[in-house]
């Protein structure tokens, strides 16, 4: 299993201690930003990640990447407890800032030295996302398209077994989307599990096989998508499912407008 999390939460560290002896002892208040999240996800799987702003998405993310840790429950990515820069595990953030005056090549380099890429995995990714006539301009001459190749490129070195995307295609055309998407669709095919945060529910109703969907940091439904969906649209399911948290429209269209 690429994923196992039973009855995951996270609450934010607090700043304000509780009365002594309210609890037995001093405790300090925290936040609770994630509650009961319980979900799974196999080699080859695509797991849609569904939630209004806020409610929590970011947050699991973290969560799987190591960079916080749980305060309730259990997590295993890869049967390891998560850590900062785990082995296998790639990521790609929705505003990925690379270094705007180095170029693709030196990017490359540097993140191929970092993960152990051998130079046939590199000329692979440059060849797959065709980047080859932008390898030696800077980052900061780069359409927001171009950069979305060459940052999904780069999350690929070290051949990951989970690739975690947070809304991947922003920004895009639908031509730029949709090439993002295939590339998706190759790792899938190769085994790769992939977690995708996303508002773009028609880019993601046809590849999806589960579905975990979080309101107010609370677990709404997980499945595999033809249980949860029931026959509907993943948008008609969306607004059935999801709470309108903070007076926010359930419409996903609606809420990745604001």
């Known amino acids: 299993m690429v994923i196992d999390a039973q009855m995951l939460g996270y609450s934010r560290p607090g700043r304000c201690k509780v009365l002594p002896g309210l609890f037995g002892k001093d405790q300090t208040s925290g936040t609770a930003a994630l509650t009961e999240v319980s979900c799974s996800l196999a080699e080859g799987e695509l797991l849609a990640l569904l939630g209004h702003n806020g409610a929590g998405k970011s947050t699991l993310i973290k969560l799987l990447l190591g960079l916080i840790a749980p305060s309730r429950g259990s997590l295993k990515v890869l049967g390891h407890t998560p850590s900062r820069g785990m082995a296998g595990v790639g990521y790609l953030p929705e505003h990925c800032r690379l270094y705007p005056r180095l170029s693709g090549s030196e990017l490359f380099a540097l993140f191929g030295r970092l993960k152990g890429a051998t130079a046939g995995e590199v000329n692979e990714l440059i060849e ?81 096989d589960k579905l975990l969907f979080i309101g107010s940091g609370r677990q709404q439904a997980f499945g595999r998508a033809a249980d949860i969906l029931g026959g509907d649209s993943l948008r008609a399911a969306y607004s059935r499912l999801m709470p309108n948290a903070f007076g926010e429209s359930s419409d996903p269209e609606l809420i990745s407008r604001s």
């Open 128 to 208: 797959a996302f065709s980047l080859a006539s932008l390898l030696h301009r800077p980052c900061q001459s780069l359409s927001k398209g171009q950069l979305q190749r060459l940052s999904l490129a780069l999350a690929l070195l070290g051949k990951p077994r989970l690739l975690l995307l947070d809304e991947p295609t922003t920004g895009l055309d639908p031509g730029a989307a949709e090439f993002m998407y295939q590339r998706l669709d190759r790792l899938k095919q190769n085994g790769c599990a992939l977690v995708i945060c996303s508002h773009d529910l028609a880019l993601l109703e046809p590849r999806a």
